[in-house]
Protein backbone atom coordinates (compact mmCIF):
# COMPACT_ATOMS: atom_id res chain seq x y z
CA UNK A 1 0.00 0.00 0.00
CA UNK A 2 0.97 3.40 -0.81
CA UNK A 3 2.04 5.49 1.88
CA UNK A 4 1.64 9.44 1.23
CA UNK A 5 3.01 11.82 3.66
CA UNK A 6 1.26 15.00 3.44
CA UNK A 7 3.01 18.15 6.32
CA UNK A 8 0.28 20.95 7.20
CA UNK A 9 1.51 24.32 8.49
CA UNK A 10 -1.49 25.90 9.04
CA UNK A 11 -1.68 29.45 7.87
CA UNK A 12 1.96 29.96 7.13
CA UNK A 13 1.74 32.86 4.58
CA UNK A 14 -0.37 34.99 7.00
CA UNK A 15 1.64 33.94 10.00
CA UNK A 16 4.83 34.84 7.78
CA UNK A 17 3.15 38.44 6.80
CA UNK A 18 2.47 38.75 10.62
CA UNK A 19 5.81 38.62 11.28
CA UNK A 20 5.97 40.03 15.00
CA UNK A 21 2.97 41.02 15.33
CA UNK A 22 1.39 37.88 16.36
CA UNK A 23 -1.45 39.22 18.22
CA UNK A 24 -3.12 39.45 15.09
CA UNK A 25 -3.88 35.75 14.67
CA UNK A 26 -5.96 36.15 18.00
CA UNK A 27 -8.59 38.62 16.41
CA UNK A 28 -10.21 38.24 13.02
CA UNK A 29 -7.51 39.12 10.28
CA UNK A 30 -7.06 37.50 6.69
CA UNK A 31 -4.53 38.47 4.17
CA UNK A 32 -5.34 41.33 1.53
CA UNK A 33 -5.57 40.63 -2.01
CA UNK A 34 -2.12 41.95 -4.22
CA UNK A 35 -2.46 44.77 -5.90
CA UNK A 36 -3.63 44.26 -9.32
CA UNK A 37 -5.05 40.66 -8.69
CA UNK A 38 -8.75 39.38 -8.13
CA UNK A 39 -10.06 40.78 -5.07
CA UNK A 40 -10.20 38.14 -2.80
CA UNK A 41 -9.03 37.26 0.73
CA UNK A 42 -6.12 34.94 1.66
CA UNK A 43 -5.64 32.72 4.67
CA UNK A 44 -7.93 33.86 7.71
CA UNK A 45 -6.70 33.31 11.39
CA UNK A 46 -9.51 30.89 13.87
CA UNK A 47 -11.58 33.95 14.53
CA UNK A 48 -12.43 35.08 11.50
CA UNK A 49 -13.36 31.26 10.34
CA UNK A 50 -15.80 31.97 13.07
CA UNK A 51 -17.63 34.52 11.20
CA UNK A 52 -17.87 32.15 8.47
CA UNK A 53 -15.11 33.96 6.31
CA UNK A 54 -12.73 31.33 4.43
CA UNK A 55 -9.61 31.87 2.10
CA UNK A 56 -11.04 33.01 -1.21
CA UNK A 57 -14.08 34.57 -0.49
CA UNK A 58 -14.81 37.97 -1.64
CA UNK A 59 -13.43 40.83 -0.08
CA UNK A 60 -16.75 42.52 0.03
CA UNK A 61 -18.42 39.46 1.23
CA UNK A 62 -15.69 38.62 4.12
CA UNK A 63 -16.30 42.31 5.14
CA UNK A 64 -19.90 42.36 5.53
CA UNK A 65 -19.44 38.86 7.06
CA UNK A 66 -17.33 40.03 9.93
CA UNK A 67 -17.06 44.11 9.68
CA UNK A 68 -13.99 43.88 12.41
CA UNK A 69 -12.24 41.95 9.78
CA UNK A 70 -8.34 43.50 10.00
CA UNK A 71 -6.30 43.06 6.72
CA UNK A 72 -2.76 42.04 6.75
CA UNK A 73 -0.63 42.79 3.66
CA UNK A 74 0.88 39.82 1.80
CA UNK A 75 4.14 39.49 1.76
CA UNK A 76 5.38 36.92 -1.08
CA UNK A 77 9.00 37.11 -0.81
CA UNK A 78 9.10 36.06 2.97
CA UNK A 79 6.66 33.36 2.40
CA UNK A 80 8.84 32.15 -1.03
CA UNK A 81 12.13 32.29 1.35
CA UNK A 82 10.94 30.87 4.41
CA UNK A 83 8.90 27.77 2.18
CA UNK A 84 12.24 27.26 0.22
CA UNK A 85 14.24 26.55 3.26
CA UNK A 86 11.64 24.11 4.44
CA UNK A 87 11.64 22.04 1.23
CA UNK A 88 15.55 22.06 1.13
CA UNK A 89 15.35 20.62 4.92
CA UNK A 90 12.28 18.03 3.63
CA UNK A 91 14.79 17.23 0.89
CA UNK A 92 17.65 16.59 3.57
CA UNK A 93 16.08 13.43 4.86
CA UNK A 94 15.21 11.83 1.46
CA UNK A 95 11.94 12.56 0.15
CA UNK A 96 11.07 13.58 -2.69
CA UNK A 97 8.89 16.55 -1.92
CA UNK A 98 5.60 17.84 -3.97
CA UNK A 99 4.39 21.42 -2.84
CA UNK A 100 0.90 21.75 -3.21
CA UNK A 101 0.87 25.45 -2.25
CA UNK A 102 3.08 27.70 0.63
CA UNK A 103 2.27 25.57 3.58
CA UNK A 104 1.01 22.26 2.18
CA UNK A 105 3.66 19.49 1.07
CA UNK A 106 3.17 15.86 -0.24
CA UNK A 107 5.96 12.99 -0.48
CA UNK A 108 6.29 10.01 -1.21
CA UNK A 109 7.31 7.57 2.52
CA UNK A 110 7.57 3.83 0.39
CA UNK A 111 11.26 4.74 -0.12
CA UNK A 112 12.41 6.05 3.24
CA UNK A 113 10.38 3.18 5.48
CA UNK A 114 13.88 1.33 5.74
CA UNK A 115 16.18 4.05 5.77
CA UNK A 116 14.26 5.65 8.69
CA UNK A 117 12.67 2.65 10.55
CA UNK A 118 9.15 2.59 9.32
CA UNK A 119 6.34 5.30 8.89
CA UNK A 120 7.10 6.38 12.41
CA UNK A 121 10.67 6.86 12.28
CA UNK A 122 9.52 9.21 8.56
CA UNK A 123 7.79 11.43 10.53
CA UNK A 124 10.24 11.88 13.79
CA UNK A 125 12.48 12.77 11.08
CA UNK A 126 10.58 15.14 8.85
CA UNK A 127 9.75 16.89 12.00
CA UNK A 128 13.54 17.24 13.32
CA UNK A 129 14.11 18.64 9.87
CA UNK A 130 11.56 21.09 10.06
CA UNK A 131 12.22 22.68 13.30
CA UNK A 132 8.83 24.12 13.29
CA UNK A 133 5.02 23.17 14.96
CA UNK A 134 3.41 21.19 11.72
CA UNK A 135 0.53 18.37 11.25
CA UNK A 136 1.17 15.42 9.28
CA UNK A 137 -1.24 12.83 7.53
CA UNK A 138 -0.52 9.59 5.97
CA UNK A 139 -2.92 7.91 3.83
CA UNK A 140 -2.61 6.03 0.76
CA UNK A 141 -3.70 8.85 -1.76
CA UNK A 142 -2.42 12.19 -1.69
CA UNK A 143 -6.28 13.86 -0.91
CA UNK A 144 -6.89 11.56 2.14
CA UNK A 145 -3.10 12.49 3.45
CA UNK A 146 -4.38 16.35 2.84
CA UNK A 147 -7.82 15.45 4.75
CA UNK A 148 -5.63 13.40 7.55
CA UNK A 149 -2.99 16.42 8.24
CA UNK A 150 -6.23 18.68 8.34
CA UNK A 151 -7.76 16.94 10.94
CA UNK A 152 -4.13 16.09 12.69
CA UNK A 153 -3.37 17.89 15.71
CA UNK A 154 0.36 19.12 16.63
CA UNK A 155 2.90 15.83 17.43
CA UNK A 156 -0.29 13.55 16.89
CA UNK A 157 -0.28 12.25 12.98
CA UNK A 158 -3.47 11.02 11.68
CA UNK A 159 -2.67 7.67 9.84
CA UNK A 160 -5.11 5.89 8.20
CA UNK A 161 -5.17 2.29 8.20
CA UNK A 162 -5.76 -0.13 5.67
CA UNK A 163 -9.16 -1.05 7.16
CA UNK A 164 -8.91 -4.11 4.49
CA UNK A 165 -5.53 -5.39 5.34
CA UNK A 166 -6.95 -9.01 7.17
CA UNK A 167 -9.07 -9.04 3.82
CA UNK A 168 -6.08 -8.29 1.60
CA UNK A 169 -3.98 -10.46 3.10
CA UNK A 170 -6.30 -13.72 3.04
CA UNK A 171 -7.10 -13.08 -0.77
CA UNK A 172 -2.89 -12.61 -1.53
CA UNK A 173 -2.53 -15.74 0.07
CA UNK A 174 -5.55 -17.61 -2.07
CA UNK A 175 -3.64 -16.05 -5.15
CA UNK A 176 -0.40 -17.26 -4.60
CA UNK A 177 -0.92 -20.81 -4.86
CA UNK A 178 -3.23 -19.87 -7.73
CA UNK A 179 -0.14 -19.79 -9.99
CA UNK A 180 2.04 -17.47 -12.22
CA UNK A 181 -0.81 -14.66 -12.23
CA UNK A 182 -0.44 -14.24 -8.38
CA UNK A 183 1.95 -11.44 -7.83
CA UNK A 184 -0.48 -9.25 -10.76
CA UNK A 185 -3.52 -10.18 -8.72
CA UNK A 186 -2.23 -9.59 -5.04
CA UNK A 187 -1.54 -5.89 -6.42
CA UNK A 188 -4.48 -5.48 -7.74
CA UNK A 189 -6.01 -6.21 -4.09
CA UNK A 190 -3.55 -4.05 -2.30
CA UNK A 191 -4.17 -1.61 -4.75
CA UNK A 192 -8.20 -1.75 -4.40
CA UNK A 193 -7.91 -2.49 -0.07
CA UNK A 194 -6.28 1.00 -0.15
CA UNK A 195 -8.62 2.66 -1.97
CA UNK A 196 -11.52 1.50 -0.27
CA UNK A 197 -9.62 2.17 3.34
CA UNK A 198 -9.05 5.86 1.88
CA UNK A 199 -13.03 5.66 0.91
CA UNK A 200 -13.93 4.93 3.77
CA UNK A 201 -11.60 7.96 6.11
CA UNK A 202 -12.84 10.29 3.85
CA UNK A 203 -16.77 9.43 4.11
CA UNK A 204 -17.77 11.64 7.33
CA UNK A 205 -15.63 14.42 6.27
CA UNK A 206 -16.78 17.43 4.71
CA UNK A 207 -17.12 18.17 1.45
CA UNK A 208 -15.44 21.91 1.83
CA UNK A 209 -12.16 19.75 2.02
CA UNK A 210 -12.21 20.00 -1.43
CA UNK A 211 -10.99 23.59 -1.49
CA UNK A 212 -7.51 22.28 -0.86
CA UNK A 213 -7.53 21.76 -4.67
CA UNK A 214 -7.37 25.24 -6.58
CA UNK A 215 -10.09 23.47 -9.40
CA UNK A 216 -12.32 22.86 -6.90
CA UNK A 217 -12.32 26.11 -5.12
CA UNK A 218 -15.64 26.96 -5.89
CA UNK A 219 -17.57 23.42 -5.48
CA UNK A 220 -18.30 23.20 -2.26
CA UNK A 221 -20.61 26.00 -1.70
CA UNK A 222 -22.74 24.68 -4.98
CA UNK A 223 -22.70 20.89 -3.28
CA UNK A 224 -23.84 22.55 0.25
CA UNK A 225 -26.43 24.14 -1.62
CA UNK A 226 -27.88 20.63 -3.08
CA UNK A 227 -27.74 19.67 0.79
CA UNK A 228 -24.43 17.11 -0.12
CA UNK A 229 -22.80 18.01 3.61
CA UNK A 230 -20.11 14.84 3.61
CA UNK A 231 -17.51 13.38 0.98
CA UNK A 232 -19.44 10.24 1.47
CA UNK A 233 -22.47 11.43 0.25
CA UNK A 234 -20.50 13.07 -2.88
CA UNK A 235 -19.13 9.22 -3.27
CA UNK A 236 -22.69 7.78 -3.43
CA UNK A 237 -23.65 9.97 -6.09
CA UNK A 238 -23.48 8.35 -9.63
CA UNK A 239 -20.34 9.98 -11.43
CA UNK A 240 -22.45 10.33 -14.57
CA UNK A 241 -24.84 12.53 -12.69
CA UNK A 242 -21.95 14.66 -11.02
CA UNK A 243 -20.73 15.20 -14.98
CA UNK A 244 -23.63 16.37 -15.97
CA UNK A 245 -24.50 18.80 -13.53
CA UNK A 246 -20.95 19.69 -13.13
CA UNK A 247 -18.50 18.56 -16.05
CA UNK A 248 -14.82 17.52 -15.41
CA UNK A 249 -14.94 19.18 -11.93
CA UNK A 250 -18.00 17.24 -10.87
CA UNK A 251 -15.69 13.83 -11.75
CA UNK A 252 -13.05 14.72 -10.41
CA UNK A 253 -14.33 15.22 -6.80
CA UNK A 254 -16.15 11.76 -7.16
CA UNK A 255 -12.58 10.68 -7.72
CA UNK A 256 -11.21 11.93 -4.74
CA UNK A 257 -14.09 11.81 -2.21
CA UNK A 258 -13.87 7.71 -3.46
CA UNK A 259 -10.42 7.33 -2.15
CA UNK A 260 -8.63 7.69 -5.89
CA UNK A 261 -6.16 10.23 -6.93
CA UNK A 262 -3.20 11.28 -9.52
CA UNK A 263 0.40 9.80 -9.03
CA UNK A 264 2.91 12.18 -6.50
CA UNK A 265 4.52 14.76 -9.06
CA UNK A 266 8.16 15.76 -7.17
CA UNK A 267 9.95 18.45 -8.04
CA UNK A 268 13.03 18.16 -9.93
CA UNK A 269 15.80 19.01 -7.96
CA UNK A 270 17.10 22.51 -8.74
CA UNK A 271 20.13 25.07 -7.69
CA UNK A 272 19.07 28.59 -6.14
CA UNK A 273 20.55 31.21 -8.04
CA UNK A 274 20.06 34.89 -6.49
CA UNK A 275 21.35 38.47 -6.53
CA UNK A 276 20.11 41.71 -4.80
CA UNK A 277 20.94 44.72 -4.83
CA UNK A 278 20.23 47.85 -1.49
CA UNK A 279 18.95 51.15 -3.04
CA UNK A 280 19.98 53.71 -1.38
CA UNK A 281 17.24 55.74 -1.54
CA UNK A 282 13.37 55.10 -2.67
CA UNK A 283 13.86 53.95 -6.29
CA UNK A 284 11.80 54.24 -9.31
CA UNK A 285 11.72 54.97 -13.05
CA UNK A 286 15.34 55.15 -14.36
CA UNK A 287 17.36 54.53 -11.62
CA UNK A 288 15.39 51.00 -10.61
CA UNK A 289 16.00 50.09 -14.68
CA UNK A 290 19.82 50.52 -14.12
CA UNK A 291 20.04 48.70 -10.88
CA UNK A 292 17.77 45.78 -12.68
CA UNK A 293 20.53 45.96 -15.25
CA UNK A 294 23.07 45.62 -12.64
CA UNK A 295 21.33 42.63 -11.37
CA UNK A 296 21.45 40.94 -14.54
CA UNK A 297 25.34 41.42 -15.31
CA UNK A 298 25.70 39.95 -11.82
CA UNK A 299 23.20 36.59 -12.44
CA UNK A 300 24.78 36.27 -15.73
CA UNK A 301 29.05 36.22 -14.82
CA UNK A 302 28.36 33.82 -11.02
CA UNK A 303 30.33 30.82 -12.21
CA UNK A 304 26.70 28.01 -11.06
CA UNK A 305 25.45 29.22 -14.25
CA UNK A 306 28.46 27.02 -16.09
CA UNK A 307 26.80 28.80 -19.52
CA UNK A 308 23.36 27.93 -19.19
CA UNK A 309 20.24 30.30 -20.38
CA UNK A 310 17.62 31.32 -18.13
CA UNK A 311 14.21 29.92 -18.96
CA UNK A 312 12.25 31.87 -16.02
CA UNK A 313 13.37 34.04 -13.55
CA UNK A 314 11.80 35.61 -10.56
CA UNK A 315 11.54 39.45 -9.61
CA UNK A 316 10.74 40.76 -6.05
CA UNK A 317 11.57 43.62 -3.97
CA UNK A 318 11.04 45.24 -0.56
CA UNK A 319 8.45 48.32 -0.60
CA UNK A 320 9.21 51.34 1.43
CA UNK A 321 5.68 52.92 1.58
CA UNK A 322 3.85 49.80 2.46
CA UNK A 323 6.60 48.04 4.24
CA UNK A 324 5.28 44.98 2.48
CA UNK A 325 7.20 43.48 -0.57
CA UNK A 326 6.12 42.34 -4.47
CA UNK A 327 7.13 39.20 -5.81
CA UNK A 328 6.32 38.57 -10.09
CA UNK A 329 7.34 35.28 -12.38
CA UNK A 330 8.71 35.75 -15.79
CA UNK A 331 8.74 33.38 -18.10
CA UNK A 332 10.88 34.19 -21.65
CA UNK A 333 9.59 33.13 -24.95
CA UNK A 334 12.32 31.17 -25.91
CA UNK A 335 15.88 30.80 -23.31
CA UNK A 336 18.06 33.58 -22.66
CA UNK A 337 21.37 34.50 -21.61
CA UNK A 338 21.56 38.14 -23.45
CA UNK A 339 21.57 41.08 -20.98
CA UNK A 340 19.88 43.35 -23.36
CA UNK A 341 17.16 40.98 -24.50
CA UNK A 342 16.67 40.03 -20.71
CA UNK A 343 16.26 44.00 -19.67
CA UNK A 344 14.11 44.30 -22.71
CA UNK A 345 11.71 41.60 -20.98
CA UNK A 346 12.42 42.53 -17.51
CA UNK A 347 11.92 46.10 -17.66
CA UNK A 348 8.22 46.87 -17.71
CA UNK A 349 7.06 44.53 -15.01
CA UNK A 350 9.15 46.98 -12.78
CA UNK A 351 5.51 49.66 -13.75
CA UNK A 352 3.96 46.53 -11.83
CA UNK A 353 5.26 47.50 -8.28
CA UNK A 354 3.05 48.84 -6.20
CA UNK A 355 5.27 51.78 -4.19
CA UNK A 356 8.65 52.42 -4.52
CA UNK A 357 11.61 50.08 -3.58
CA UNK A 358 14.49 49.53 -1.31
CA UNK A 359 15.77 46.15 -2.08
CA UNK A 360 15.51 44.54 -5.36
CA UNK A 361 16.12 41.20 -6.42
CA UNK A 362 16.76 39.00 -8.81
CA UNK A 363 16.40 35.44 -8.91
CA UNK A 364 16.38 31.82 -11.49
CA UNK A 365 13.92 30.39 -11.32
CA UNK A 366 14.45 27.36 -13.97
CA UNK A 367 17.49 27.00 -16.24
CA UNK A 368 17.60 26.88 -19.65
CA UNK A 369 19.82 24.67 -22.04
CA UNK A 370 23.41 26.08 -22.60
CA UNK A 371 24.13 28.72 -25.07
CA UNK A 372 24.19 27.97 -28.90
CA UNK A 373 23.79 29.95 -31.55
CA UNK A 374 24.19 27.72 -34.30
CA UNK A 375 21.36 27.86 -36.83
CA UNK A 376 20.72 25.58 -40.27
CA UNK A 377 21.57 26.45 -43.42
CA UNK A 378 18.13 26.32 -45.13
CA UNK A 379 14.78 26.30 -42.84
CA UNK A 380 11.67 24.38 -43.39
CA UNK A 381 8.49 25.96 -42.93
CA UNK A 382 6.80 22.95 -41.84
CA UNK A 383 9.29 22.12 -39.36
CA UNK A 384 9.63 26.16 -38.13
CA UNK A 385 5.70 26.36 -37.49
CA UNK A 386 6.29 22.92 -35.82
CA UNK A 387 9.32 24.15 -33.04
CA UNK A 388 7.41 27.23 -32.40
CA UNK A 389 4.15 25.15 -31.27
CA UNK A 390 6.67 23.16 -29.20
CA UNK A 391 8.10 26.31 -27.66
CA UNK A 392 4.92 27.68 -26.96
CA UNK A 393 3.73 24.60 -25.20
CA UNK A 394 6.59 24.47 -23.17
CA UNK A 395 6.52 27.97 -22.21
CA UNK A 396 2.95 27.32 -21.19
CA UNK A 397 4.21 24.41 -19.22
CA UNK A 398 6.85 26.20 -17.31
CA UNK A 399 4.01 29.38 -16.44
CA UNK A 400 1.01 27.27 -15.25
CA UNK A 401 2.32 23.52 -14.65
CA UNK A 402 2.37 20.16 -16.85
CA UNK A 403 -1.48 19.96 -17.89
CA UNK A 404 -1.58 23.50 -19.04
CA UNK A 405 -1.72 22.15 -22.60
CA UNK A 406 -4.41 19.85 -23.53
CA UNK A 407 -5.46 18.13 -26.47
CA UNK A 408 -8.96 16.97 -27.57
CA UNK A 409 -9.53 13.45 -28.28
CA UNK A 410 -12.63 12.44 -29.43
CA UNK A 411 -14.07 8.82 -28.14
CA UNK A 412 -18.05 8.45 -28.75
CA UNK A 413 -18.68 11.38 -31.67
CA UNK A 414 -21.95 10.27 -32.06
CA UNK A 415 -23.33 10.36 -27.93
CA UNK A 416 -25.78 12.24 -27.36
CA UNK A 417 -24.26 13.75 -24.19
CA UNK A 418 -21.76 16.40 -24.85
CA UNK A 419 -19.45 15.30 -22.38
CA UNK A 420 -19.10 11.77 -23.73
CA UNK A 421 -18.00 12.75 -27.18
CA UNK A 422 -14.47 13.98 -26.53
CA UNK A 423 -11.72 14.24 -23.74
CA UNK A 424 -9.17 16.32 -22.88
CA UNK A 425 -5.79 14.61 -22.52
CA UNK A 426 -1.97 16.13 -22.49
CA UNK A 427 -0.47 17.06 -25.37
CA UNK A 428 2.87 15.43 -26.21
CA UNK A 429 4.31 18.23 -28.87
Known amino acids: MDQVVCILLPRFELTIAAGDRSELLQTPAALAPEPGAVQNVGEVSLAAEAFGVHAGMRMGEALARCPRLMLVPPDPVGVADAWERLLVRLESIGAAVEPER ?3 VCFDAGGLLRLHGGIQGVLRAARRALGVSARFGVAPSRFAAVAAASQA ?11 AAGLGSSMRART ?3 GADAPDASACVSHAGARASASAYLAPLPVSLLRSRPALADLPEALERLGIRTL ?5 LPAPALADRFGGVGLLAHELASGGDGALRPRPAAEFLRESLDLPEAASGVQLEQGLGLLIDRLLARRERRGRTFRSVILSAVLVEQGGTWRDQVVFRESLSDPLRMRLALAPRLALMPAPAELLR ?4 SFGPPTSDQRPL ?3 PAAGRRARLREAIRQARAVAGPEAALRVLEVDPDSRFPERRAVLTPFEG
Open 362 to 365: LAVD
Open 378 to 380: LED
Open 232 to 236: GELAA
Open 102 to 104: PGL
Open 153 to 163: RARRPEIVDDA
Open 176 to 178: NRA
